[in-house]
């Protein structure tokens, strides 16, 4: 099984997922793509191996124009029974990244409201706390005017240097010393996180060997209850403890 994002409604839902997947000794993944997007996998990879030093403020964003009467079946997006929302739909890519790159949070401090969907949210901002002095934010949404293009950027400022992949696309290191790198990933044929994550998955069910690169269930599993603490808090109006 590739199960689209999201891949649930609620913890509820998840557990029952979860539960079947344990059960099984098929295959499941889901298509959480940001952690095989090149330039995310870049930033990653960077990361784990200490090129930059340590990590002092992250801040990512994915800002998408108004999805109402876009030629969706039925106007599903707006509908946060079935979509989930922006929160669930959007944002949830980079609450996802963020627990692949940093690990879980002790606790989420989210501001959200709805725009224009039923009752969703349809933006949010949150800000995820790790208890070391590092400042981690990410704020997606879908409320914008039509004619908005679409943003998908980071800037992650480290000891040695500062990365920034620009809404432009182009990923950039400038170094605290003063040097500008712009990096050129080559992605052959495999040009998006889309395709990365599709064309490992099918070779691993070729190969008969299972997924473990970008993701693993338990890891989706965990970076969902992250967003569920985050609607919690959106709600509730205060600071929620994972």
Not at 128 to 133: L, N, Q, R, S
Not at 136 to 160: D, T, Y
């Amino acid at each position: 099984v590739f199960s689209e994002k999201p891949l649930c409604r609620n913890l509820e839902e998840m557990q029952q997922i979860q539960a079947a997947v344990q059960a099984s000794d098929k295959f499941f993944n889901c298509g959480l793509c940001v952690r095989a997007w090149p330039e995310y996998n870049y930033l990653y990879e960077q990361m784990k191996a200490g090129a930059y030093g340590k990590l002092l403020v992250a801040n990512f964003r994915r800002l998408s124009p108004t999805t109402e009467f876009n030629l969706n079946w039925k106007n599903w997006y707006m509908n946060a029974d079935w979509s989930g929302g922006a929160i669930l739909d959007l944002h949830l890519h980079d609450t996802d990244f963020i627990t692949y790159l940093i690990g879980k949070p002790k606790a989420v401090t989210s501001f959200g409201r709805n725009l224009n969907s039923d009752h969703g949210i349809d933006h949010v901002v949150t800000r995820y706390e790790y208890g070391d002095g590092t400042l981690v934010l990410a704020e997606g949404g879908w409320g914008a005017a039509r004619s908005v293009p679409f943003e998908m950027s980071f800037q992650v400022i480290f000891e040695k240097a500062t990365v920034r992949l620009e809404p432009s696309g182009q990923l950039k290191v400038y170094w605290t010393d003063g040097k500008i790198d712009t990096i050129t990933i080559d992605t052959q044929n495999l040009p998006t996180g889309w395709h990365q994550e599709l064309a490992y998955f099918d070779k691993c069910v070729l190969d008969g060997v299972t997924p473990d690169k970008y993701q693993t269930p338990q890891s989706v599993f965990d970076s969902y209850r992250v967003l569920c603490a985050e609607r919690e808090s959106v709600a509730q109006g205060k600071t929620i403890a994972l």
